[in-house]
């Protein structure tokens, strides 16, 4: 199985291995633009068979240290507008080929904008980032599977920001576990 693993930024990760996959590892930048650009150049230079983000994510009603796992991703700028053709919703089948994301039993929904989430607010989901959707939507396009595995680093309107930054090293060894 060829696996490219995607992240925003180089403190979200610690390269780590899966025993039988061939993995490579792409930063694609923070935001929903960078995301889409950098991961669409990945895959029209080579093919995988899964496309798996790995980060970090706020919540709401979650705690710190939670991990996801997400097959379904919600743009939450585009959720509020109605109109034909607009795609806010995208959802993945629950199997990917790697046991340790699909034995997980913490599946959730991840809410994407490009904003950092600082203040409570009426979001769908359980973990909001910046990036997944758009890496979603260029998966579902360019019709390759994709997963996203966040790790909860803060609660949504309690010094997100502050606390995220404090969080990204227990982020890094939680998902570098995870994948052991």
């Not at 939670?66 to 585009?78: A, Q």
């Not at 966040?150 to 570098?176: F, M, P």
Request: glycine letters at 6%; one cysteine or more; aromatic letters at 10%.
């Amino acid at each position: 199985m060829k696996v490219l693993v995607t992240y925003a930024f180089d403190e979200e990760i610690i390269p780590f291995e899966i025993q039988g996959v061939d993995i490579t590892f792409l930063r694609v930048g923070m935001g929903k633009v960078l995301a889409a650009f950098n991961l669409t150049k990945a895959l029209c230079n080579d093919s995988y068979d899964l496309v798996l983000n790995v980060g970090t994510a706020g919540t709401l009603n979650h705690k710190v240290g939670d991990i996801f796992v997400c097959h379904r991703f919600v743009d939450r700028d585009l959720e509020k507008i109605v109109l034909p053709h607009v795609c806010s919703d995208i959802s993945f089948p629950d199997k990917t080929g790697l046991d340790c994301v699909d034995k997980y039993e913490n599946v959730g929904v991840s809410n994407t904008g490009d904003s950092f989430v600082t203040e409570v607010g009426d979001f769908t989901g359980d973990v909001i980032d910046m990036e997944a959707f758009a890496q979603a939507q260029v998966c579902k396009l360019m019709d390759v599977n994709f997963v996203a595995v966040k790790y909860v680093t803060d609660i949504i309107g309690q010094n997100s920001r502050e606390v995220w930054l404090d969080k990204l090293r227990d982020a890094r060894e939680a998902l570098k576990e995870f994948f052991a």
